[in-house]
């Protein structure tokens, strides 16, 4: 191992950043930092690790010089720590550079990428490699239920990895997922997000292709093979490419019917070897038996043995803020799920109406990032919500950042709900919904909160006011 070196992060408290901070700390480097004010659990991360970040920014927290300067990408060019590294030519990296520097070199990182499903879909394949004895290590962008921490440096050859295909950092602005070096790739799914990076489909599509192109021809690529723009994507890959989804052409697909309750999913799988495999899953979805079947394709592949698979797959017990009970008071039950895109909203309302059945299914929803509040997303939402009881929609975020042609019409939204049979509304402020909401929940209701951001704890506020 090179000589430890004494490193500042810049915005450590981010999802990635924390978990990056504590590997390298692992590693035996020096880590210290700086962000704004800090919450759990990315503050109980780096406290556990022994690392105590300085609050605000300011060049003298680079005082003394440290060897290497790691950068968030939330830092705008004119934080004054980041303008104070340019000036005194420090040594400065994106955060995807340092973790493909310091621990993807000798490993074999397996890359989750796709618009849908990373999070999942990595702590699926962290687990799953974990429970049958294979050490991995793992990054993962999220709080996975069945592990200690959401990262591990490992020491099998397996490094599994979520792929963000936003960009780096301001220096650096093309997507996370091409410093990784995938020798295996899981892709998911492609829709259109991202709009603030990505201009329009076609540019974000050829982002994903290059992903696809640096597999070597030894990895392999699992593909859904139920989306199209997956198929073309993965079209010339150099390597072997196995499809998987629920259309029987797949390579990979469910023998017979998947049955879907409370109690979550039942499939069934054909093994070349192992013959006819039931799959058991804690979370129901059609999304999470799609996630289980890309992971059973490399896990196989692998050559991990089919019945400890089985048994890691019934032990799964997913992600916080993936439609994430908190708990029920008074009847009323509410869950946390980190759905911004009207697709992950759609398959979030379909798989709670499995797990509830018979109930009020009622929506609260943000338009957090800077594509969820966009218009020429108006008809997948109507498609979508329409799958609800009832709908709150909160103001849009970032609606001061676009125009009125990009931006959603959220009154026609709600009068086009209406229309459908859905009764929803929205308010005028982002205060006004938690009082709004909690007078129309009763015994029996389904409240689920939605938003690719903290919601600024609106989902534990409603259920504080049931007791």
């Not at 697909?253 to 998947?258: A, E, H």
Request: hydrophobic residues 40%.
């Amino acid at each position: 191992m090179a000589a430890p070196l004494d490193i500042h992060m810049i915005a450590i408290g981010g999802t990635g950043m924390a978990p990056l901070a504590c590997l390298l700390k692992e590693a035996g480097h020096a880590v210290r930092g700086s962000d704004g004010p800090l919450y759990p659990p990315m503050s109980t991360l780096l406290e556990r690790a022994g690392i105590e970040p300085r609050v605000g920014f300011d060049p003298s927290h680079l005082e003394p010089a440290p060897d290497l300067v790691i950068v968030g990408n939330a830092v705008p060019r004119t934080n004054p720590e980041a303008e104070a590294t340019e000036a005194r030519g420090l040594p400065r990296i994106s955060m995807p550079q340092a973790l493909a520097r310091f621990f993807l070199d000798e490993r074999r990182p397996l890359v989750i990428a796709g618009t849908h499903g990373k999070t999942t879909t990595t702590s699926m394949a962290a687990w799953v490699y974990t429970a049958c004895g294979s050490e991995p290590g793992f990054l993962i962008g999220g709080i996975p239920r069945n592990l200690e921490e959401s990262f591990r440096r490992g020491t099998g050859d397996r490094f599994v990895i979520e792929g963000d295909e936003y960009n780096a950092a301001y220096f650096d602005r093309g997507p996370k997922f091409l410093h990784y070096r995938p020798e295996t790739l899981i892709l998911t799914s492609v829709e259109y997000d991202h709009a603030d990076l990505y201009p329009d489909p076609a540019s974000l599509l050829d982002a994903y292709r290059r992903l696809v192109e640096i597999v070597p021809e030894s990895g392999l690529v699992v593909a859904c093979g139920d989306s199209e723009e997956v198929v073309e994507v993965v079209a010339q890959a150099r390597c072997p490419v196995i499809r998987y989804g629920l259309d029987p052409a797949n390579d990979i697909s469910p023998r017979g019917d998947i049955e879907s309750g409370p109690e979550g999913s039942r499939f069934t799988l054909a093994d070349p070897e192992a013959g006819e495999v039931e799959i058991a899953l804690s979370h129901g979805g059609e999304h999470n038996v799609l996630n289980a079947m890309a992971v059973w394709a490399v896990a196989r592949h692998d050559g991990l043995p089919a019945a400890d698979l089985g048994r890691a797959f019934a032990a799964f017990r997913g992600v916080q803020r993936r439609m994430d009970e908190l708990g029920t008071r008074q009847g009323v039950t509410v869950v946390d799920d980190f759905a911004h895109h009207p697709t992950a909203v759609g398959a979030t309302l379909d798989a709670l109406r499995r797990r509830y059945p018979g109930r009020r299914l009622v929506a609260v929803f943000e338009p957090r990032s800077l594509t969820a509040g966009r218009s020429f997303l108006f008809d997948a939402y109507l498609e979508a919500f329409s799958k609800a009881d009832r709908v709150f929609v909160a103001p849009i975020f970032h609606a001061g950042r676009l125009t009125d042609d990009q931006r959603l019409d959220l009154g026609a939204l709600i009068a086009a709900l209406g229309a459908a049979g859905v009764e929803a509304s929205t308010v005028a402020v982002a205060d006004e919904l938690e009082p709004v909401v909690a007078s129309t929940l009763r015994a029996g209701d389904v409240a689920v909160t939605m938003s690719s951001g903290s919601f600024d704890g609106l989902p534990q506020r409603l259920l504080a006011r049931f007791g």
